[in-house]
């Protein structure tokens, strides 16, 4: 079956250093979403990226999609305390009547050094 | 606007008790499902459902079972819990596809319930 792996598993940084997580998918993704944890919280949706070599950005987030729709990456620019948490990336498995079934990934924890 | 709802929050079972855990969404919502999460291991799909009256299995459901008689409601039951389950479980809904075929759906999901079996 398809898997989703992401790497660091964890990552320490002083605040105001930069982040990456990086996403890599055994198979072709038609999309990929992240999501953000907080510790003790739920999953929360972040953002989706849909074509080929996309690069969105959220402030100081920049995600991109791979040229071959099979890996991504999430870079957080001079990070801050708020951005603690988990990362998570998700891929679709296959189609059930028309919708796509999440693979997560095994997540990045991010802490913070003040 | 509650979004997701989990109950109950915290449970402490004894090996080979049962219980339910309940979930309920109000944004009308086709698609609920259930996730464990672990550790190092990310997030797990047990089951899931695309409609009401309707169940699937996920990754990892042995030692689960679901129902969906209502649209807004997703159970899972434990029959007879084991250590082994000894997790956080989250649920979480998705809304039917809209735009371009190659985009999948967005799950907002609830706030998860920790469950600990002795």
């Known amino acids: 079956g398809q898997q989703v792996m992401q790497i660091p598993q964890y990552q320490h940084v002083q605040e105001g250093e930069d982040f990456t997580t990086y996403c890599n998918s055994s198979?072709?993704?038609?999309?990929i979403q992240w999501y953000k944890q907080r510790p003790g919280g739920h999953p929360v949706f972040l953002i989706q990226?849909?074509?080929?070599?996309e690069v969105k950005k959220q402030k100081r987030l920049t995600f991109q999609f791979g040229e071959a729709k099979k890996n991504s990456s999430l870079h957080i620019t001079a990070t801050q305390t708020t951005d603690v948490g988990t990362y998570f990336c998700?891929?679709?498995?296959?189609?059930?009547?028309?919708?796509?079934?999440?693979?997560f990934g095994t997540g990045t924890r991010l802490t913070i050094i003040p | 606007n509650a979004g997701v709802t989990q109950t109950p929050k915290f449970r402490v079972l004894k090996t080979g008790q049962s219980m339910t855990l309940l979930c309920a969404q109000d944004?009308?919502?086709?698609?609920m499902y259930w996730y464990r999460q672990d550790p190092g291991m990310g997030l797990r799909l047990i089951h899931y459902?695309?409609?009401?009256?309707?169940?699937a299995k996920g990754e990892v459901p042995d030692g689960y079972n679901v129902s969906r008689l209502k649209k807004q409601n997703f159970l899972l039951g434990l029959e007879s819990a084991a250590p082994s389950q000894t997790s956080v479980y989250f649920c979480?809904?998705?809304?039917?596809?809209?735009?371009?075929?190659?985009?999948?759906?967005?799950?907002?999901f609830g706030a998860g319930s920790r469950l600990t079996v002795l």
């Open positions: 998700a891929g679709p498995e296959d189609m059930i009547f028309g919708n796509e079934k999440l693979t």
């Open positions: 979480a809904s998705s809304g039917a596809r809209t735009g371009d075929f190659s985009g999948a759906n967005v799950l907002t």
């Open positions: 459902s695309v409609g009401e009256g309707t169940t």
């Open positions: 990226l849909v074509k080929s070599g």
């Open positions: 198979t072709t993704l038609s999309n």
């Open positions: 944004m009308n919502h086709e698609y």
